[in-house]
């Protein structure tokens, strides 16, 4: 027997009605790709979803074609994402600092039928017009006098002309909450890069997730912060969370250095930021520079890549801020633990509480976890028994779009997504990424954790950054290389780098050298790619024994 409930699909729509509705003055600020500080509210930005959506329909698109976005944070690019779900059709957001191959490779796939972009990347679409088979409008992302004067593109719109000229009224159509909504690319290091494409119903049920208590808590009171890209996963969910929450957004456009950023945060109150740990390393080091704090934030969500444990105590205990460690993929949409305390983990001396805060944390509620042995066999949630890392749940993908032969391999029999990830669960449930399978360093039949070693390493006061990667050697197999960047004017030594991660790790894992660098390369969402300094270094010989 069935209940006698309503069925009233979760639609995206119905977040921008109620942000406008119940909260229409919070406010929305962004920074400009022009450059001014641009400021309005949710009211105002539902009157503009609506102009949009009607020029949508009036440039042909239908429900489910994909609209693609070259763009940074602002206020233009979260019309599109509410136009363009709210009408139907999909949101595609292409990550812009994707070499260009991938980028032709992305559109193509995904044939999208209309292109929006930030006058920071026409020249990107100029290049790569001509070879993007299914585009028929280029729209720019600016008003008549910022326009390009000159451009190859072939007839650009302009994106305030093209609502200038539309109605404010529109219609939001119902439809089942299982129609797709948005469309993303992974930029996964091994072959082209693949979709996941989300629903109305899951960006809802996440949306549901990051205003949940004791996890993100985004509320009506917060001032909001995503430095995540909107072409990251849809910057984590949050600019759908804050409309459910009716707080204020507060975009940072183009400009994410540490003394931009602080200035934003510190000139509109914001209480939460979220974003790569990359991003803490410019702030924290223009407030160190400076003697600068911060008046409003409060806290922060940190993921994409591991956060350091001195990184969060950092934070903590010299500038006040929380900090809430997560963890996720573009495939689960994309937060699946965060490493919020419980309250016997509060309990616990400091030191212990800032371990458990390193670890990638706990699944919420409707994100279930498990880890296998390479036979697909469950695993003890012991703390110590690390496998290979499976994930369920509605909002993480069932299949990768239009790719039949990823979508194979990346499931068990069973229906679990496979993350990649090795990784340990406690018994307290927080998991604890220890490294990727396609990152671990076999030496000798024993693998060592790269993670492990930058963890130690990056505790040095005078490291900045390090990577540890694993290179052919012609006894064990592989052996661990530390790279290591130094901070500015700091030379820390290698016997020293070494003495402090055997004091640490067994002997045989101890990397055995170390190669001082400038930067390490990092994927545009923070990563250091591994395999690019695998193959920069791929003609290192090591020290004789
Ligand atoms: P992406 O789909 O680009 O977000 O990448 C997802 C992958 O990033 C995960 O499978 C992890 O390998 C890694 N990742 C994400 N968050 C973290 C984290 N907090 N700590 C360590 N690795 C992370």
């Not at 440039?59 to 139907?88: K, Q």
């Not at 490493?339 to 279930?368: C, D, H």
Request: hydrophobic residues 40%; negative net charge; glycine residues 8%.
């Amino acid at each position: 027997m069935f209940g006698l409930m309503m069925e009233r699909p979760l639609l995206i729509s119905s977040l921008i009605d109620y942000a406008a509705k119940y909260h229409g003055r919070s406010e929305i600020v962004s920074r400009t790709v022009e450059g001014r500080i641009h400021r309005y509210n949710w009211a105002d930005a539902q009157a503009r979803a609506k102009r949009l959506a009607n020029a949508l329909q009036r440039l042909g698109i239908r429900p489910g074609d994909r609209v693609a976005t070259l763009a940074w944070n602002t206020h233009r690019h979260l019309e599109l994402y509410y136009g363009i779900s709210g009408m139907g059709a999909i949101s595609h957001t292409i990550n812009p600092r994707l070499a260009s191959d991938q980028l032709r490779y992305i559109m193509n796939h995904a044939e999208d039928a209309l292109l929006f972009v930030d006058l920071t990347f026409v020249p990107i679409v100029e290049a790569l017009m001509a070879e993007l088979k299914t585009i028929r409008h280029v729209v720019v992302m600016t008003d008549e006098a910022s326009m390009p004067a000159q451009t190859a593109l072939r007839a650009p719109l302009c994106y305030e002309t093209l609502l200038a000229g539309e109605s404010p009224s529109f219609e939001w159509p119902t439809f089942d909450e299982k129609t797709a909504s948005s469309l993303c690319y992974t930029s996964g290091t091994t072959g082209n890069p693949k979709g996941a494409l989300f629903s109305h119903r899951s960006t809802m049920l996440h949306a549901y997730f990051m205003c949940m208590a004791d996890f993100v808590a985004i509320a009506r009171s917060d001032s909001v912060c995503p430095v995540v890209p909107m072409f990251h996963v849809n910057a984590w969910g949050v600019p759908y969370a804050v409309a459910m929450a009716g707080a204020k957004l507060v975009l940072p456009g183009p400009k994410l250095d540490g003394a931009s950023l602080h200035d934003l945060f510190e000139s509109e109150g914001v209480t939460l930021n979220l974003g790569v740990p990359t991003v803490w390393l410019g702030l924290l080091r223009y407030l160190d520079e400076t003697g600068k704090r911060f008046s409003s934030l409060q806290r922060t969500l940190c993921g994409g890549s591991a956060m350091p444990e001195t990184m969060i105590r950092a934070l903590e205990e010299r500038y006040d801020v929380r900090v809430t460690h997560g963890w996720g993929m573009t495939e689960m949409s994309p937060v699946g633990t965060v490493s919020a305390l419980l309250p016997e983990q509060r309990a616990l001396p400091k030191e212990q509480q800032y371990a458990f805060q390193a670890k990638q944390g706990r699944p919420m509620f409707n994100v279930e976890l498990k880890i296998v042995d390479e036979n697909g066999v469950a695993l003890p949630h012991d703390g110590v028994s690390r496998g290979e890392l499976l994930v369920r749940g509605p909002w993480v993908i069932r299949e990768y779009y239009k790719d039949e032969a990823a979508s194979r391999v990346a499931f068990d029999n069973e229906g679990w997504f496979r993350t990649g990830d090795i990784a340990t669960i406690d018994e307290y449930g927080f998991m604890q990424i220890v490294d990727r399978q396609k990152d671990l360093i076999k030496s000798g039949g024993e693998w060592i954790s790269s993670i492990d070693i930058e963890n130690i390493a990056i505790a040095h006061p005078d490291i900045a950054e390090a990577a540890a990667i694993g290179l052919p050697h012609p006894r064990w197999g592989e052996r661990p290389l530390l790279v290591v960047v130094p901070k500015p004017g700091r030379h820390p030594s290698k016997v020293e780098i070494l003495s402090l991660i055997a004091e640490r790790v067994a002997k045989w894992q101890v990397p055995d050298d170390v190669l001082f660098v400038d930067e390490l390369p990092h994927t545009a969402t923070g990563k250091v790619m591994k395999r690019s300094l695998r193959d920069r270094f791929g003609d290192f010989t090591w020290p004789a024994a």
